[in-house]
T-cell receptor
């Protein structure tokens, strides 16, 4: 069974600084995908970044980068140059490769990020 | 533009009544859709997998007779909360995975906020 753990219920960061949101996972699958989503107060789920289990390089998307440490089963999200609009809830999620669970996402508990001016 | 729509975005109903929530895939056909439930400041929990042309697959602990899912076409899945009670008040989100492998493309609907009085 999969499990995603986000140990930081809340994080605070000063505007323009970088922040790291932690995520660890547990799976017996060799092939899997890791995702980070942002959920503002409106409730929409905004895709930020994806890392495949076989990807050798850490994923990057603009100000977002994923620090993927496969041996440690961690997939931390790094947000550089934080902006006030980054204040939201952030979810780490894992997707199974196939079979009857194809496409299903398992989410972590979430981290509420607050960016201070 | 939106790839997945949900209707309604908000609904208030009285205890004991039934509520139907629609999830539409606007840009592509979807043989599978997922329904999640999210309580305030908590994670998204998968309720069920909606399968076009066959019965939905429910997660452990989700009452299939209470949460009726119908995947009537390749673009529409509906979730009906029957005999709703205040504890069913929640944010319901559908998602549509893309086909094939571990592509990161999974599209979420904007969510439906249900309040049962």
């Amino acid at each position: 069974a999969q499990k995603i753990t986000q140990t930081q219920p809340g994080m605070f960061v000063q505007e323009k600084e970088a922040v790291t949101l932690d995520c660890t996972y547990d799976t017996s699958d060799q092939s899997y995908g890791l995702f980070w989503y942002k959920q503002p107060s409106s409730g929409e789920m905004i895709f930020l970044i994806y890392q495949g289990s076989y990807d050798e390089q850490n994923a990057t998307e603009g100000r977002y980068s994923l620090n993927f440490q496969k041996a440690r089963k961690s997939a931390n999200l790094v947000i550089s140059a934080s902006q006030l609009g980054d204040s939201a809830m952030y979810f780490c999620a894992m997707r199974e490769a196939g079979g009857t669970s194809y496409g299903k996402l398992t989410f972590g508990q979430g981290t509420i990020l607050t960016v201070h001016p | 533009g939106a790839v997945v729509s949900q209707h309604p975005s908000r609904v208030i109903c009285k205890s004991g009544t039934s509520v139907k929530i629609e999830c539409r895939s606007l840009d592509f056909q979807a043989t599978t859709m997922f329904w999640y439930r999210q309580f305030p400041k908590q994670s998204l929990m998968l309720m069920a997998t909606s399968n076009e042309g066959s019965k939905a697959t429910y997660e452990q602990g989700v009452e299939k007779d209470k949460f009726l899912i119908n995947h009537a076409s390749l673009t529409l899945s509906t979730l009906t909360v029957t005999s709703a009670h205040p504890e069913d008040s929640s944010f319901y989100i559908c998602s549509v995975p893309t086909a094939g492998g571990l592509s990161y493309e999974q599209y979420f609907g904007p969510g439906t906020r249900l309040t049962v009085t």
